[in-house]
Antibody, heavy 122, light 106 residues
Framework: EVQLVESGGGLVQPGRSLRLSCAAS????????MHWVRQAPGKGLEWVSG????????GYADSVKGRFTISRDNAKNSLYLQMNSLRVEDMALYYC???????????????WGQGTMVTVSS | SYELTQPLSVSVALGQTARITCGGN??????VHWYQQKPGQAPVLVIY???NRPSGIPERFSGSNSGNTATLTINRAQAGDEADYYC?????????FGTGTKVTVL
């Protein structure tokens, strides 16, 4: 079964850091680009970041550029998001999503995890 | 930055046709993808590259894209189609989602 399972969310104070993880199974992880998409409570979807199959191409939304870092470990079938200098507006459910292709900025997200909640509050 | 505009809500009678629009500047030149999200669940891809259905998505779902508007059409709407729907494109290597449309089946 194709599956993505996120972890690492929680309550964090503004200005602090958090690292999210996404464990992939049921497909050849290093054949596909991967992404993080978030959804604030009661709001719409927002693409956060994406990484190509070999980490050679990476992209970020302007809202997180310079604060968040995406990475992957193909040997461990895992995707990560290092989030620094967190703000109240970063509070959201963070989804891990698989791309249809190996490169980013081209195609759709065909598999999604159930998300991990990040709460930013003092 | 590129923006995608969707109607806030669309209502459709049971068994009738719902059309959800996604407006963007020259969106016809881009690949448009559509996602369905039911309350408390992760999004599900229902249409990719304008008009392609992933396996497992009913033929009742179709898509088109031209000019400044892309459209997701749901034929013979069912109660189970009630959900939020989002369009999505790529612009300058940035992922962009539409504002989302809540579909209500009456």
């Amino acid at each position: 079964e194709v599956q993505l399972v996120e972890s690492g969310g929680g309550l964090v104070q503004p200005g602090r850091s958090l690292r999210l993880s996404c464990a992939a199974s049921g497909f050849t992880f290093d054949d596909y680009a991967m992404h993080w998409v978030r959804q604030a409570p009661g709001k719409g979807l927002e693409w956060v970041s994406g990484i190509s199959w070999n980490s050679g191409s990476i992209g970020y939304a302007d809202s997180v550029k310079g604060r968040f870092t995406i990475s992957r470990d193909n040997a461990k079938n895992s995707l990560y998001l290092q989030m620094n200098s967190l703000r109240v507006e970063d509070m959201a459910l963070y989804y891990c999503a698989k791309d249809l292709m190996a490169t980013i900025a081209n195609d759709a997200f065909d598999i999604w995890g159930q998300g991990t909640m990040v709460t930013v509050s003092s | 930055s590129y923006e995608l505009t969707q109607p806030l809500s669309v209502s459709v009678a049971l068994g009738q046709t719902a059309r959800i629009t996604c407006g963007g500047n020259n969106i016809g030149s881009k690949n448009v993808h559509w996602y369905q999200q039911k309350p408390g669940q992760a999004p599900v891809l229902v249409i990719y590259r304008d008009s392609n259905r992933p396996s497992g998505i009913p033929e009742r779902f179709s898509g088109s894209n031209s000019g400044n508007t892309a459209t997701l059409t749901i034929n013979r709407a069912q109660a189970g189609d009630e959900a939020d729907y989002y369009c999505q494109v790529w612009d300058s290597s940035t992922g962009v989602f539409g504002t989302g449309t809540k579909v209500t089946v009456l």
